[in-house]
């Protein structure tokens, strides 16, 4: 189907969202939420556009881009002076929720508009409630952590706060995050987060610890990777692949 | 006895109708919530004691009656006057008597069922004097017309029997001999809209369900109202509960659903009790599950307790809480008609809604649009709560007007109070003025004011009422109410919370309300779901209707209503205090003194401002200063 964004054509096939079909067309779309990785969840709104049934159409609605399927004959605005206000009024508002996160204050600088300042919160978190963490534990099957309570309160535990067998210890939800929200503390032996320590597995080649014991078990219990997934480190795994080549061409 | 065919259930009611009519009197009394808080229970059981002792047989709710019985005594749901609880309503004679207390039992007996009178000092009074023979001519009822609370207040609600003998599941008859199309269409025609407060054409909503492609339909009823001050449905869940069976039962019909799910909040416990036993009653009568009524027809209900999420009303957030998910909603760019429950095409409509399908499917679409406006046909039930002079349940044809509901059937406001403003619509809805009091109560007209009709709350507001007081009321309540999924609504309705805050505290600056105006407009534009799009709607729809009032509060720190603590003080008028000295003993800080008789005075040092004394006195002697701090 075909689509216009900004002024310039696009071609979309039918499930794509419009920030897909944007980005493929190097239009640029600010997101914080969104994740390639993971499925869309429309919390952020930065990712706000306007879009118009058809070129005709005088309405404009405003939709979040990473949810909105594409339809054929669409228009979209990714920067009307409504939406530029929206995306302003969506930083200013996580700006004064996390004054401690340089990623979001940075963001709110780049937009460049007519900032407000708001009440700023005082808890020191650094957590825009953004679901990454929460969507790349699910993806991962394993579910640790969800967003619990409602409205300010809401945030982001596993269960009843307190330590849980499903979570493995990977560390992708540390990772995931944009603001760097999720303590991770790392030792050689262990690696401590959520409140819960995980005693780090060694690889076979070079020593290095590479994995939590639990992760090792959760991949293999999926079945799905070699047996040296789980006994040797990124770097050993790559060195023999490399050796084997050689052997390979000689 | 289960009923295995359609003639099955016409010889049943025929015969419950047989007996109901050998008894002389039926005797309502109401068991609603506020006349059950007012001694309804003992009422009841003291009527069954005088009978008893008198020798009169009683046949108490859906009972069948003994062949001696002579008078049925129900235990009925709400009535609606609920100020003047507990009611008692005794038929033939449509006698109506409020505050009934459980020693006058007697007379009740005596004189009403056994000497067939009406019990002239018992009824309702008009402020002329003039007492009402009739519940028909009590101007609470006169307005009125009941379509969704018609069985409300009348059948006993835990009797099947008693449901059937009222007409109920003729409808659900009508619908099993009509193709389902002609059910879609005969509520389409109707112009039957969603009651829970969005106003979307039922009919509509059901034809698309019907034409979707799915292996699996499903029909949902939602009964988890939220809204400050709203009980239209837990009265019809708990008063009439066999008639939101019958419709869904009908919309199952209409759209090929199998399974129905009735969404309750935990905090309507007797709504859940009523709704499990109406279920077990049905399926036992084959009015729920395979083959109902021997007609190929296969339909069962089953109940969803909700956790009291308010965003659980939300249609989105309460299929994912039936789905054991968290109760948060998904973007409406997909509808939940076509991809609902279980991403299925599911129907799901508010209980005051499926109050109103048997008697559609009963009486005809042009019956049903007869009454309303053109743009929004039938009737809606309203809670009339605040500060008006009658509080309670009513049901009125749509485009009656704000008006005729405060001072007609309302009675005006408290104590001759002067009107200052109504609410409607709940948390998503806004606050009208005076202005807006001749404004014809329908879908559009309430949307094109600034508010919406919601599910029907309606708060009446008199001149001590601060709207940046009950913009605040409101916002805070969405704050914690929001599910905190997008970052508009959670943290734009805390900011925005926290400025209308700053306004009553007097800490506001100039610019603030600009500040908050553009904040509202962002986040109801930018939010995900209806909820955070219409959570504005309180404060911008004051601010429209109440500038001047939230300008004051800013500019010269002043609360003309006397609400705001920290921009007001009491003090007591020495002219106008007789010294009767109710308000002492009122004040939670001792902070009044006085010798009887004399004028008493406020210690302002010991006020807390909480206007206690102000409500108490009979003198209008309290007066609410501006505490003159220094302007911006």
Known sequence: MQLVIDGIPCTAQSGETILQVARRNHIDIPTLCHHDALEGVGACRLCVVAVRAHAEAVDAQVVASCMYAVKDGLQVDTATPEVRRLR???????????????EIQALRERMGGDAVDYAPAT??????MCYRCVRACEAIGCN??????RGPQKEVAPPFFDATQRCIGCGTCAAICPTGHIAVTETPQYREIWSQRFAMAQCAGCGAPFMTEATREHLAGLGKLKPDYFTHCAACRQRDAAARFVRVGT | MKLTSIDMLAQRREALVQRAAALAHEVRVCAGTACVAAGAGKLSDAIQREAAAKGLVLAVDGDAPDAEATVRLVNTGCQGLCQAGPLVRVLPQDAF??????????RLVSEALQNNAVIADWCAVSPQGQRYATRAEVPFYRHQQAIALEGCGAVAPESLDDYIAHGGFAALVRALEMPPEDIVQTVEDAGLRGRGGGGFSTGRKWRIAASASASERYVICNGDEGDPGAFMDCAIMEGDPFRIIEGMAIAARAIGAQQGFIYVRHEYPKAVARLDKTIVACRKAGLLGAGILGAGFDFDVEIARGGGAFVCGESTALMRSIEGQVGEPRANYIRSVQEGLYGQPTVLNNVETFACVPAIIERGAAWFAATGTPG?????????VGKVAHTGLIEVPMGTTL??????IGGGVLDGRPFKAVQTGGPSGGCLGEAQLDLPVDFDALTAAGSMMGSGGMIVMDDRTCMVDVAHYYLSFLQSESCGRCVPCREGVAQLCHLLDTMRRGTAKPGDLDRAIRLAQDIAQASLCSLGKSAPNPFLSAVTHFRAEF???????????????????F???????????????????????GAPKQVHAIDAQKCTGCGACRTVCRDDAVRALPRNLPCN
């Open chain 2, 376 to 384: 929004s046909s039938g009737t809606k039930a309203f809670c009339l």
């Open chain 2, 551 to 569: 300008e004051a509060h800013i500019n010269d720190r002043t609360c003309s209503a006397g609400v705001c603590r920290d921009l007001t003080v």
């Open chain 2, 571 to 593: 003090a007591i008028d020495a002219q106008a205090c007789t010294g009767c000295g109710l308000c002492a003993p009122a004040c939670p800080a001792d902070a009044i003194a």
């Open chain 1, 123 to 128: 808890d020191g978190s650094k957590c825009i």
């Open chain 2, 403 to 408: 008006r005729q509901v405060i001072f007609d």
């Open chain 2, 97 to 106: 008597y409020c505050g009934v207390r459980p020693k006058q039992a007697a």
């Open chain 1, 144 to 149: 640790a952590i969800a967003a619990v309570n």
């Open chain 1, 88 to 102: 302003q009024t969506v930083l200013d508002l996580l700006a004064a929720r996390c004054p401690d996160a340089p």
